[in-house]
């Protein structure tokens, strides 16, 4: 059964004042503008709660056989072939720590040894260090 404690008043008119005008619809939302001290609160939410991955470090094997792919390639580039590779390797994150593994496919242009990035076709490079895997149409058997 139901509480009834307030069944006396609940059906009373509401009192509206006669020498206070009402609040227009309109202005309903400025009675709450002191919790305007959240603003950008989603946006950090948000941002904590975006998933980065750890850059997971190469074995000592896995160093070497990336650095006998990348001498095949530039042997082929400075016979006048460029070959078409597909690299997997790590974007860090601008904002906070850790990023994500992604993957880029293309001819390469060159390989910069100055700033240790592979260079594709169009400008696009890669940091050698955040390069995980290369495959592509390169003799292995260099």
Not at 80 to 90: A, C, D, K, L, M
Request: net charge negative.
């Amino acid at each position: 059964m139901a509480d009834r404690k307030y069944d006396k008043i609940i059906a009373l008119p509401h009192h509206v004042s006669v020498n206070r005008p009402g609040l227009p619809p309109e202005s309903y939302a400025a009675q709450f503008s002191p919790f305007a001290a959240l603003t950008g609160y989603d946006g950090m939410i948000e941002e904590t709660a975006r998933f980065t991955e750890e850059k997971k470090e190469r074995e000592e094997s896995g160093a070497e056989e990336l650095d006998r792919k990348l001498a095949c390639i530039e042997a082929m580039i400075s016979s006048g072939v460029y070959p078409e590779i597909s690299v997997s390797y790590f974007s860090p994150d601008e904002t906070k720590k850790g990023g994500k593994y992604l993957s880029y496919n293309g001819p390469v242009k060159r390989i910069d040894h100055r700033k240790r990035t592979v260079v594709f076709e169009g400008g696009f490079g890669i940091k050698a260090d955040d390069i995980s895997d290369i495959s592509g149409s390169f003799s292995e058997d260099c």
